[in-house]
């Protein structure tokens, strides 16, 4: 049974950092393009990172771009986003999404239709 499961979030201060982490059972995410969305209360799903199966390639959405960075571990089946200089308008929940035979571009980073397995999320909240 294919399962993710995102782990990591929490509640950190302004300026703070999270590393966000998604764990893979029942399939091999080498082979598949993993991408992180968050959605916020009463906001539309929003994509964040995505990262290439077949070159490692990845995408940023730009408000997150250069304080972002997102990772693969093939040996531990996992992919993580390291979250630096957290902002307020960062919180939100988290999902992970996975998808194979895709190249992560700024189309798929930004668009959850082209994912069909989802984590159930983790909320991440900055606040002073």
């Known amino acids: 049974q294919v399962q993710l499961v995102e782990s990591g979030g929490g509640l950190v201060q302004p300026g703070g950092s999270l590393t966000l982490s998604c764990a893979a059972s029942?399939?091999?995410?080498?082979?598949?393009?993993i991408a992180w969305f968050r959605q916020a209360p009463g906001k539309e799903r929003e994509g964040v990172s995505c990262?290439?199966?077949?070159?490692?390639?990845?995408y940023y959405a730009d408000s997150v771009k250069g304080r972002f960075t997102i990772s693969r571990d093939n040996a531990k089946n996992t992919v993580y986003l390291q979250m630096n200089s957290l902002k307020p308008e960062d919180t939100a929940l988290y999902y992970c999404?996975?998808?194979?035979?895709?190249?992560?571009?700024?189309?798929?980073?930004?668009?959850?239709?082209?994912?069909?397995?989802w984590g159930q999320g983790t909320q991440v909240t900055v606040s002073s």
């Open positions: 999404a996975a998808e194979a035979h895709l190249l992560c571009t700024y189309y798929t980073g930004s668009n959850p239709l082209e994912y069909d397995y």
């Open positions: 029942g399939f091999t995410l080498y082979y598949y393009t």
């Open positions: 990262i290439s199966s077949s070159d490692g390639s990845t």
